[in-house]
């Protein structure tokens, strides 16, 4: 089973690798690998999947319940800032930070009672197999891929020669690289949480 989720997981980071580079092939050096792309809307779909994960991770594990949730409601907010472009175009502007807000009170009134627990939460899924893996791929997102992606670097490398959809295929790509760590680490969770219920009612 071990062998087998190691090639899935290889398969999948070599697929969204794939699709990567696809949306390249096609629109060559028409490709833009901006907020409308194939790109940017896997961002989209993983960010929406893992939340949804986690939620389900959530319902699963008393102990990490709350700890899941938060990881959720994170999720979310960021599935909704990648999104603000299609918001502020089909809503209002500014759309996307009335729902995050939104997210944040949401998320205040679930731990209403619980912010004692939120730290023996945490820390038991800081303990799972899978925290290592959420932590890479948050960092790369918030992190690496703004280091990767700074114009001033891409210039000072390429002077006169400065292509900025270069700098946008690294900076996207990383993105969408940590995004899948995510997706993945959510998966993990969820079968850990599975397989821990299945244990208790066994007992």
Do not use: P
């Not at 999104?83 to 930070?97: C, F, M, R, T």
């Not at 912010?115 to 948050?138: H, P, Q």
């Not at 760590?181 to 066994?202: D, G, P």
């Amino acid at each position: 089973m071990f062998l087998f989720r190691a090639f899935l997981y290889l398969v999948s980071l070599a697929g969204v690798a794939y699709l990567i580079g696809l949306e390249g092939y096609e629109h060559q050096t028409l490709a833009q690998y901006n907020e409308n792309t194939l790109t940017e809307h896997m961002q989209d779909i993983l960010t929406l999947l893992s939340s949804l994960l986690f939620l389900y991770a959530a319902r699963l594990d008393d102990k990490l319940k709350v700890a899941s949730t938060l990881l959720a409601g994170l999720l979310a907010m960021m599935f909704v800032r990648e999104s603000d472009s299609l918001l502020d175009h089909n809503i209002y502007d500014g759309a996307w930070e009335t729902l995050v807000l939104f997210i944040g009170i949401a998320l205040v009134i679930f731990l209403r009672g619980k912010f004692s627990t939120i730290y023996s939460s945490l820390k038991a899924y800081s303990e799972t197999t899978c925290y290592g893996t959420f932590l890479a791929g948050l960092v790369v997102i918030l992190a690496f891929s703004r280091v990767m992606g700074r114009g001033s670097f891409w210039t000072s490398v390429m002077g006169e020669n400065y292509i900025r959809i270069v700098k946008n295929i690294v900076e996207e790509g990383t993105e969408t690289l940590g995004y899948t760590l995510i997706f993945i680490s959510a998966v993990e969770l969820v079968l850990i949480c599975r397989k821990r219920r299945h244990a208790v009612t066994k007992a």
